[in-house]
Nanobody, 116 residues
Framework: QVQLVESGGGLVQAGGSLRLSCAAS????????WSWYRQAPGKQRELVAT???????NLADSVKGRFSISEDNTKNTVYLQMNSLQPEDTAIYFC??????????WGQGTQVTVSS
């Protein structure tokens, strides 16, 4: 079982930046994938970014060029650097840790609000 604790959300003006963190504790398998999802009010949860322990990354088209995902294996932590934030980025952001193969675990979510 993996426990995830997110941090870094908040209120920012359009054009600003935030960095989200998600730290894992528990049974951390060497082969794994981290993902960030977000869910805006009235919308379905959507995948924002993924990074695997094999080094591959993937970003949603809507955030390419503005967001980046990285991992610090020494701290069992994943980061989502968000630049040039826009009001449409407002959502609750959730991290997900998934051992490969296996079922994923979810963080509690952190609110990101971008004002225009």
């Amino acid at each position: 079982q993996v426990q995830l604790v997110e941090s870094g959300g908040g209120l920012v003006q359009a054009g600003g930046s935030l960095r989200l963190s998600c730290a894992a504790s528990g049974s951390i398998r060497r082969l794994h994938a981290w993902s960030w999802y977000r869910q805006a009010p009235g919308k379905q949860r959507e995948l924002v970014a993924t990074i695997t322990s094999l080094g591959s990354t993937n970003l949603a088209d809507s955030v390419k060029g503005r967001f980046s995902i990285s991992e610090d294996n020494t701290k069992n932590t994943v980061y989502l650097q968000m630049n040039s934030l826009q009001p449409e980025d407002t959502a609750i952001y959730f991290c997900n840790f998934r051992p490969l193969p296996g079922e994923g675990s979810w963080g509690q979510g952190t609110q990101v609000t971008v004002s225009s």
